[in-house]
């Protein structure tokens, strides 16, 4: 067993182990934090098969955006999860029969399932070797896929303008910065000369209106 | 003159291209304009889709292709394109009122459609896995949105969400389906699936199945449905005429595409799946329909039976069977527009009715509203001369000269089941003592319930341009 070999059943062991532990931990901010090992050692998996760019980006995507987002919302909608689990023990013998039903199926499919020889040979996109991970994906990304890579902007933009329609209120009672009118302000407008007469002070209207 | 990007010709995506960069201006003008621009954005929004249905008829003849074989723009597409166009602009002018009232006034709505009709398109035309991905999420994260447009509705509310969660795990199936179909054939165009697909194996099955479910969600149809009533009736009135017509256009669109240029030679697997989903869809749309009271939620459950019948076109797995599809589509989405537009008429002293008890007694308050409701029920019944017995008739004919006999039958009982709700909902406009009078009909919503009963109504007299047009699409898949 070489060196790879070894690592790889590290993280694939590792990547299982905490893939059970996110549906059984009993606390979700726990759960959410074995996402992200889930997320770490597919990041390894990945660089084991020399695709280092997928890697990193799982790692930048997944681990600092995704997860950490994960763990705001679970922190700030205070579920309830001992209430979700209730019903666990009353639906555990149905769920165990489809289970095992299911299993069952998938083995009597991979029973009598040969693989063909010639799917080994389905690679289509062979890793080039003599050009790093990230510039032949930039070598194709923006001329082969133009048009994938185009339309995939388009879906983004789509999911803008819908986090803006689905959440923005325009609220009278809210004070707007307007930078027009605060440009346009000159001296003999923002201030006023007021006499202030000794142990009187400055009566309510003037300062009222200086406010304005 | 070269048009061209990255060695790719961009003559067949030309009206992709309008329909975007359009959107894109509408959306600027509504950024820089405000609130006050709806009005303005809709009826641009309009134009531009009806620009583009023109652009798409006015490029060349014959099967053009780009992006090496991803993009293909037929007489398939041509004619799906047009029809998912013409729903969306409806739709629009449908809307008109709802966006007029002072809270509602989003202009992004009509952005959202004219994206989503870009998804559309890219839908209809797509050649490969990946582009049916693409324009499936670019038309549904719209429809999501819109779906939810009524904020102030707890129930368009839960309609979006209901809709996104839904959408979205079918989507992952559609991808699982995907990635399996790309792993056993190695490529995920279509021509390449259909030459290594020929002598089949379980794997590629397998793909297909979870690639069929993903799609089964997106037409509604059984044992994917059970978003469609919830959204129906939540999503505002005409948000659910929206749904009911372009994006089934463009679902059977790529479903009929796939099934028929992917899987040519595993015609046995995908017709029993096919067989199953129409017989569960038309048993299930007709009979749950019975109890409704909500005239949106039986139009939803209307909505899963019919998609039912044109399913039964396409297990034919002929051509005749794809025309039959392409003509039960294009009369289901005139006759579910004018019966949407008909639901959107019934106000009652500005508040928008929807039982169907509220409809009673219509004949002597509106008799010319019940006239057209009325028509437009018989044609969906599928009772001849009108428009949909000719959807029916072709779709079963299709089925019978495929040997598919057992389903054929099945649809006519289904058919009649369904007749039932239909007439009893003219027994209610009819014969029952009338209510209230409801509010004068607008101009443009009175437009299309009178375009829409006219042209099921006369449409016996002059078939043979539906007809034939759908022949020359279907024969373009083959």
Redesign the interface.
């Known amino acids: 067993m070489t060196l790879p070999d070894l690592f790889f059943y590290l993280y694939a062991g590792v990547c299982i182990a905490s893939a059970v532990m996110v549906i059984v931990a009993r606390n979700p901010v726990h759960a959410v934090l074995f996402l992200i090992l889930v997320f770490v050692n597919s990041a390894g998996l990945f660089m084991l098969m020399g695709a280092e760019f997928l890697a990193l980006i799982l790692v930048i995507v997944y681990v600092g955006a995704v997860a950490v987002l994960f763990l705001f919302v679970i922190m700030m909608l205070d579920i309830d999860f001992k209430q979700l689990r209730q019903g666990f023990l009353r639906y555990l013998p149905f769920g165990l029969t489809v289970g095992v039903v299911f299993l069952a199926e998938l083995l009597l499919?991979a029973g009598g399932?040969v693989?063909?020889p010639s799917?080994a040979?389905?690679?289509?996109a062979p890793i080039p070797t003599d050009v790093g991970n990230t510039e032949a994906l930039g070598l194709v990304l923006?001329?082969?896929y133009?048009?994938?890579f185009q339309?995939?902007g388009?879906?983004l933009?789509?999911?803008m303008?819908?986090a803006?329609?689905?959440t923005m209120?325009?609220r009278s009672s809210v004070k707007r910065q307007n930078i027009a009118a605060q440009n346009a302000r000159s001296p003999e407008t923002a201030i006023a000369v007021r006499k202030v007469t000794s142990g009187q002070g400055l009566r309510e209207q003037d300062s009222a209106e200086w406010v304005q | 003159m070269t048009f061209e990007?990255?060695?790719?010709q961009l003559l067949p995506?030309l009206p992709e291209l309008l329909l975007?960069t359009g959107g894109?201006v509408l959306?600027m003008i509504g950024a820089y304009g405000g609130?006050r621009t709806t009005g303005l954005v809709t009826v641009l929004a309009v134009l531009l889709l009806g620009a583009t249905g023109a652009a798409v008829l006015m490029l060349p003849a014959g099967r053009l292709e780009t992006?090496?074989g991803?993009?293909v723009l037929d007489d398939f597409a041509r004619f799906m394109k047009v029809l998912a166009l013409g729903g969306s602009a409806i739709t629009l002018i449908l809307s008109r009122e709802f966006l007029s009232e002072p809270s509602r006034r989003?202009f992004?709505?009509a952005?959202?459609v004219v994206?989503?009709s870009?998804?559309m398109m890219?839908l209809i035309s797509a050649g490969d896995l990946?582009?049916v991905y693409?324009?499936l999420?670019?038309m549904s994260?719209?429809l999501?949105?819109v779906a939810?447009?009524n904020?102030e509705d707890p129930k368009s509310n839960e309609a979006?969400m209901k809709y996104f969660v839904l959408g979205a795990l079918s989507s992952g199936m559609l991808l699982y389906g995907a990635s399996l179909v790309y792993?056993?054939?190695?490529?995920v165009s279509f021509t390449g699936i259909a030459a290594a697909a020929k002598d089949g194996?379980?794997?590629l099955v397998f793909g297909l199945v979870f690639l069929l479910a993903g799609l089964c969600f997106k037409v509604s149809a059984v044992p994917f449905h059970m978003w469609t009533p919830d959204v129906y009736e939540g999503a505002p009135t005409p948000v659910t005429a929206f749904f009911a017509s372009a994006p089934k256009v463009a679902g059977v669109a790529v479903f009929v595409r796939v099934v028929l240029t992917a899987f040519p030679d595993v015609l046995q697997q995908w017709q029993q799946i096919v067989v199953f989903v129409a017989i569960a869809s038309m048993a299930l749309g007709s009979f749950a329909a019975i109890g409704q009271k909500n005239i949106k939620r039986l139009m939803a459950y209307s909505a899963i039976a019919h998609i039912g019948f044109a399913l039964v076109g396409l297990s034919a797995g002929t051509a005749e069977g794809a025309q039959g599809v392409l003509v039960y589509i294009a009369i289901y989405v005139v006759m579910t527009l004018g019966a949407f537009s008909v639901i959107l008429a019934m106000r009652r002293n500005g508040q928008a009715i929807e039982q169907i008890s509220d409809f009673a007694g219509l004949s002597r308050t509106n008799p010319q509203l019940a006239f057209f409701f009325g028509m437009l029920m018989f044609s969906l019944a599928g009772i001849p001369p009108l428009a949909g017995f000719f959807a029916k008739f072709y779709v079963f004919v299709a089925a019978v000269k495929a040997g598919l006999i057992a389903l054929a039958v099945i649809g006519v009982i289904t058919s009649v089941v369904g007749a039932y709700y239909y007439l009893a909902i003219v027994k209610v406009m009819y014969f029952d003592p009338p209510k209230t009078a409801v509010d004068p009909v607008r101009f443009e919503v009175g437009g299309v319930v009178a375009a829409a009963g006219l042209l099921n109504l006369l449409f016996f007299v002059y078939p043979a341009p539906l007809i034939s047009a759908a022949g020359v699409a279907a024969k373009s898949l083959f």
């Open positions: 499919l399932w693989v063909r799917v040979k389905n690679v289509t923006y001329t082969t133009i048009h994938y339309i995939a388009v879906v933009l789509v999911s303008i819908g803006i329609v689905l209120r325009h | 990007i990255a060695g790719y995506v975007l894109m959306l609130q992006f090496g991803s993009f989003i992004e709505f952005v959202l994206l989503s870009a998804g890219v990946i582009m693409l324009g999420e670019l994260l719209a999501y949105v939810a447009s904020r979006g792993g056993f054939t190695g490529t194996s379980v794997g």
